[in-house]
C-alpha cells in the first residue's frame, strides 16, 4: 500500500492497522525529511503495532537504520526485496 509522500505519522499507524502490515517501508530523500523517521517509529511502537521496519531512501545509511531502531536499510529498490525476505522469514 502505496500512502505517497509527506504521510503523517497517524496515517501510517492507522494504515497498518486497517491492512494489518507485516512490514512498513520508510524512504527519505532529503535531509529535511529524515528527521521524520525515528518519529514514525516511535508512533508505529507507542501503538503497539507488532510490524518490521525497513528504511532507505538517498540520505538514509545502514549506520542511521541501526541508530534510530528500524529493522532494515535497503539502498535501493532492488536490495529492498532481499531485505524484505528476510525480514518475513522467506530469504532464499
Same mark, same amino acid.
Given at each position: 500500500?502505496?500512502?505517497?509522500?509527506?504521510?503523517?505519522?497517524?496515517t501510517i499507524v492507522d $494504515?497498518?492497522?486497517? !491492512?494489518?502490515?507485516?512490514?512498513?517501508?520508510?524512504? &527519505?530523500?532529503?535531509?529535511?525529511?529524515?528527521?521524520?523517521?525515528?518519529l514514525i517509529l516511535e $508512533?508505529?511502537?507507542? &501503538?503497539?503495532?507488532?510490524?518490521?521496519?525497513?528504511?532507505?531512501?538517498?540520505?538514509?545509511?545502514?549506520?542511521? $537504520?541501526? !541508530?534510530?531502531?528500524?529493522?532494515?536499510?535497503?539502498?535501493d529498490a532492488a536490495s529492498?526485496?532481499?531485505?524484505?525476505?528476510?525480514?518475513?522469514?522467506?530469504?532464499?
Amino acid at each position: 500500500v502505496d500512502l505517497g509522500k509527506n504521510v503523517p505519522a497517524g496515517t501510517i499507524v492507522d $494504515a497498518v492497522r486497517e !491492512h494489518d502490515a507485516d512490514v512498513v517501508g520508510l524512504s &527519505a530523500l532529503m535531509t529535511t525529511t529524515i528527521t521524520q523517521i525515528p518519529l514514525i517509529l516511535e $508512533a508505529l511502537e507507542e &501503538a503497539g503495532l507488532d510490524c518490521k521496519t525497513m528504511i532507505g531512501g538517498a540520505v538514509v545509511t545502514k549506520r542511521y $537504520a541501526k !541508530h534510530v531502531g528500524a529493522d532494515g536499510y535497503a539502498k535501493d529498490a532492488a536490495s529492498a526485496v532481499t531485505v524484505l525476505e528476510g525480514l518475513l522469514g522467506g530469504g532464499s
